[in-house]
Each structure stands twice: as C-alpha cells, then as structure tokens.
C-alpha cells in the first residue's frame, strides 16, 4: 500500500494501552523503523515469542490502528503486516494514570536497555567501539529555562534532518545500520 500518512499521532488511550507491551512495542517499532512489510514469523524472531502469539499482537496492535495488513505477498501462508504511517510521535501526556504511563515509558526502554546490554557484552573484552556508537551517554548541564529550550529545539532539528535523510533514501542500501537513539532532556525542579 502506499496511502502512509507522514505521521501517526498516538495520544488515544486504547492506543497507548495495547502499545504498554514489550513485544507489542518491539513489533510496532520495527515495522515503523524498517518500513518493511513483515510477517508475524519474522517479528516473533526478533521479540522472542512464538510466531502464534506474535500473530495474536499483531491484531490486537491492528484493532487500534498501529499496524495494518500490507498487499498480498510473501508465500501466501503468512499475512504481510506493515506500518500505516512513515512516522509516529507518541503522546505520553494522553495517558492520564501515572502507572499508564510509566508502563508505556518501560515498554520504551525495555528494547533500548537489551540493546546496550547486548552492545556492551559484544565489546566486554575488547575495549573497542564501533565508529559512531556510543551505548549510553549522561551528564549535567547547567542551563537557563530559555537555553533548555533551545537546546531542545537544536537537537530534535538534528534528529529530523537525520529522519528525512533515512527516509529518502533507498530503504534495501547494503551499507544501511538502524541507529536507535533516546533522547531526554529533564531539569531537576527546585521544590520551595
């Protein structure tokens, strides 16, 4: 299919409430990552969960409008399933009960916590990074409310110059890697 909108705006709470799973988030993301149709059997690989249940999420990801089922092709025994958009922007601020979104912000970092680990047990011995990764990157800065903000604004421009770059090039490229990346900038707030 490609009627994809740009963006797929979660703030529904039955949206954010089937995405709060792990495995379903991991399956969202790499089919909005790859935007390449796959099959229930080639999302349980890379979620660790048998091609059964993955087809279980995959419907339930598909009743809120997360997926959808792609045109008709692979073998004809497995359904394709893709994105619907190029993009999604999740609104964290529409889910009213803290433990929601806590649940949404773990099922978010749940696949970034097994890549690092994964990251740093391929390097333990070795000493050595890969050029362009970094595992994890923290620190302090001391900033005024407006330099936060412009901060902020600089560093999502970078990002989406780097997100329209990915998207308009030629998704089959050999050399491509998928760099995943978090970003958060909190200010520790002074209670009177």
Wanted: proline letters at 4%; charged letters at 30%.
């Amino acid at each position: 299919m490609d009627d994809k909108a740009e963006v797929l705006e979660l703030d529904d709470a039955a949206q954010l409430a089937v995405i709060a799973s792990p495995v379903r988030f991991i399956a969202f993301e790499e089919l909005f990552a790859s935007q390449v149709p796959m099959t229930a059997t080639q999302l349980a690989r890379r979620t660790r969960v048998s091609p059964s249940s993955m087809s279980y999420h995959l419907r339930e990801l598909q009743r809120v409008g997360l997926v959808r089922r792609a045109t008709p092709g692979g073998d004809g025994r497995e359904r394709l399933w893709e994105a619907p958009a190029l993009r999604y922007d999740i609104r964290l601020s529409a889910v009213d009960d803290p433990a929601g979104r806590l649940a949404l912000v773990d099922a978010y970092l749940s696949p970034l916590r097994a890549r690092i680990a994964a990251t740093l047990e391929r390097r333990s011995g070795t000493g050595a990074e890969r050029d362009g990764e970094h595992a994890l990157g923290m620190g302090r800065l001391r900033l005024t409310r407006e330099e936060m903000v412009a901060l902020q604004a600089e560093v999502a421009a970078v990002w989406h110059r780097y997100e329209d770059v990915g998207w308009r090039r030629d998704q089959a490229g050999a050399d491509l890697v998928t760099a995943h990346y978090v970003w958060s900038l909190l200010s520790d707030e002074q209670q009177p």
